[in-house]
């Protein structure tokens, strides 16, 4: 199951902490003291204008609006933001500024007049998530200079600045920050000698180059009430758990300790990417409790033809018997940013992939191409995906999992096939409630379906054996009032309500299971059947039937059949109605439960003592001796007995749950399932000690 950061995880909300600004000093500049109030800052500091002009906010009935980093950032600063309705030409050159100013009065001095301090925005550069950053060109009154402000992630913001101008202790305090879980934007500026007419030939590249670093806005992003409760109920079942965000990988992690997609225990193994004179490899570096362990290693594959799984290909009978038991796996999870997925995906194997992603657990600063990518490399691997985000760079991965969750009514929204009402991850839980639920629904019907058919063709060939048949209203009577009422009330059971299951429910329809069970109830139904034509057999007054004409059915063969065979099509709506741990139990459905009892009632009358109208309606040759009518209650109650025993106990509770089947249903099922395999091989795999050689196994491949 992956997950968005911000607006999923945590609160779409952000709260400002506070800003640090560089201090210009020394040389090289240094990051100083965060000062928890912005507004405290002199209104001429480059970083607090920058905060009150690099935005897209607007007035929509007089209120602000926009996105709510930018709206919470400018507040923070205690500007105010002005649309005038008639533009002033004269001191912008543009048709319809935007004018950010102080609250109080400020002043600067413009060729020794003292000016108002009002900002005007005369172009603006939207944030685009592949590059990770928006901008915008602004105009102090009174000035001739354009000058830039742009914010984005730290890691893309110094790559265009001045080298001289970025801050020595800059990877310091960033990680200091993001590893409390604050989300750090940095800011930096740059002054163009360009009119408003130059600016608009120019490309964006051209004005967001050579700028010189301000300072960090650091704002609080807190988890959602529910996060951890739903993300510890997800990995209780068994679910791989991955977080995929935009975000910085610091930021990203302490969040995921946080919540406890990392668990407390579990070693993290960072994969970063750093250029080299050969292009660009992948690092291993592992920490624990967020001390460093180990050395730092590379990251490195080849190519080993000998399968290393567990109980493998070649059945080695020195291994394990369980053909899916693996080896204790080694306590790690991997997180890497969206540089060095790039680089492991266009310049490895996708096994080599496959292997990496298998333990991933946190993926940042990934594009929305990238969170699609991953998506799709995960349902690659044989995994049912399911995504969950709120924003439009989450609607690619959305549209691509299985089940893409929005937890917005935006753009979001359109691609997802499920919105929640209720902007918490509380939903996923139940869906995948819904979800078992309903399969094992469909899974009871179609069983219930087959073998009713199967009770059917079997009544009928076993008559035809004694040259009659069933009676037109019979069939009517086992289609309409049976099968058919009970398949209208049998998915009327609602979901499991207690803790997710580890095991998933079955997907396949005629997978080993599922067959086992309609064939080991059929061969019950068949000797039910038997059992009550060789009781009445058994009577004096028992006569053969000998035919008389196609419509002649009525005979003591027919009534031993027709009679044990309601209950046996009651007892199949009861035995494939699953109960925990995908449904609630059958006794809840209240009008499943209604059917059943009316129609055990209406087919006990017309086994023991029905009116003559209906054994003339039903054309029924009644024993004469009620002892017969009381032996088919017997044979139908031992057949419930053992039916609901075999489906239950073997079926539902060695087979499904304990998944004791034979070994090659598991090796066939493993063989189709890549991560199965990848599982097996990543058992004794360990990013700690020197460089990592993963081993790939041709033959896994092949398969």
């Known amino acids: 199951m992956c997950f968005d950061k911000t607006g999923t995880l945590t609160e779409d909300g952000l709260d400002m902490w506070g800003v640090v600004s560089i201090t210009t000093g020394s040389s090289p500049p240094v990051l100083g003291r965060a000062q928890r109030d912005p507004r405290s800052m002199n209104d001429l500091h480059e970083l607090k204008i920058g905060m009150a002009t690099c935005h897209s906010l607007t007035l929509l009935n007089g209120e602000l609006a926009g996105d709510p980093l930018d709206l919470k950032m400018f507040e923070s600063t205690g500007w105010l933001l002005e649309e005038p309705d008639v533009p002033e030409l004269s001191n912008y050159d543009v048709l319809t500024p935007t004018v950010v100013k102080p609250r109080r009065a400020a002043n600067i001095n413009v060729d020794d007049l003292h000016m108002p301090l009002e900002v005007g925005i005369v172009h603006q550069y939207q944030f685009v998530s592949t590059l990770q950053r928006s901008s915008v060109a602004v105009r102090l009154l009174g000035e001739d200079v354009i000058r830039i402000y742009c914010k984005g992630a730290p890691e893309m913001l110094r790559k265009l600045c001045i080298p001289e101008t970025v801050p020595s202790n800059l990877n310091e305090v960033l990680s200091m920050y993001a590893e409390k879980g604050y989300r750090v934007i940095a800011m930096s500026s740059r002054i163009m000698q360009v009119t408003y007419k130059q600016l608009e030939k120019m490309n964006r590249e051209e004005v967001e180059c050579d700028l010189e670093f301000l300072g960090l806005v650091i704002l609080e992003n807190r988890l959602k009430p529910a996060t951890t409760s739903i993300i510890q109920e997800l990995k209780e079942a068994n679910i791989h758990v991955v977080m995929i965000t935009g975000d910085n990988i610091h930021t990203a992690v302490s969040v995921a300790k946080e919540c406890g997609i990392l668990g407390s225990g579990e070693r993290v193994v960072h994969i970063s990417v750093s250029e080299e004179e050969t292009g660009p490899r992948l690092y291993c570096e592992s920490t624990l409790h967020g001390v460093p362990v180990g050395r730092r290693s590379s990251l490195r594959t080849s190519t080993n033809y000998d399968d290393s799984g567990l109980g493998s290909w070649q059945q080695d009978q020195s291994r394990s018997s369980d053909v899916e038991a693996v080896l204790a796996p080694v306590n790690y999870k991997v997180v890497m940013t969206g540089d060095a997925w790039k680089v492991l995906r266009e310049r490895e194997s996708a096994w080599s992939l496959f292997r990496v992603i298998e333990r991933g657990a946190v993926f940042a600063r990934m594009s929305p191409d990238q969170k699609q990518q991953l998506v799709t490399d995960y349902q690659a691997m044989g995994y049912y995906v399911g995504m969950c985000g709120d924003g439009a760079n989450d609607c690619g991965a959305l549209r691509a999992a299985h089940a893409g969750v929005s937890l917005s009514s935006s753009e979001s929204s359109v691609a997802a096939p499920f919105t929640s009402t209720t902007p918490d991850i509380v939903c996923v839980a139940r ?112 006569v053969r039937h000998t035919y008389e004409g196609e419509e002649a059915n009525k005979c003591f063969e027919n009534y031993a059949v027709f009679s044990v065979s309601m209950f046996q099509y009651i007892i199949l709506a009861i035995v494939f109605s699953h109960g925990a741990p995908y449904r609630r139990s059958v006794v809840t459905n209240r009008k499943f439960m209604v059917s059943v009892l009316v129609m055990i009632a209406i087919s006990i009358y017309i086994t023991i003592s029905p009116a003559q109208w209906l054994v003339h309606f039903l054309e029924l040759e009644m024993p004469k001796d009620s002892l017969m009518s009381y032996v088919v209650l017997a044979l139908a109650s031992c057949n419930f007995v053992l039916a609901l025993f075999y489906e239950r106990f073997i079926i539902q509770y060695t087979m499904e749950e304990k998944q004791i089947v034979p070994n090659f249903v598991k090796e066939r099922h493993v063989s189709k399932t890549p991560h199965l395999i990848i599982k097996r091989q990543l058992s004794s795999v360990d990013y700690l000690q020197g460089e990592i050689k993963f081993e790939e196994s041709s033959s896994a491949e092949g398969r």
């Not at 009770?455 to 009928?460: K, Q, R």
């Not at 009032?481 to 299951?501: D, K, Q, R, S």
């Open 431 to 542: 869906l995948l409630r819904e979800g078992r639920a309903a399969l094992t629904t469909s899974f009871g019907v179609f069983k219930f379906m087959i073998d009713y058919s199967l009770t059917e063709f079997l009544s009928v060939a076993f008559l035809y054996y004694f040259d009659a048949n069933l009676t037109d209203f019979q069939f009517l009577y086992i289609d309409v009032a049976l099968i058919v009422n009970f398949a209208f009330f049998f998915g009327m059971t609602e979901a499991y309500t207690g803790p997710l299951c580890k095991i998933p429910p079955l997907t396949s329809l005629l997978g080993f299971v599922p067959l086992l069970s309609i064939i080991g109830q059929m061969l019950l139904i068949a000797v039910g059947q038997y059992l009550s034509y060789l009781a009445i057999s058994y009577f004096p007054w028992y």
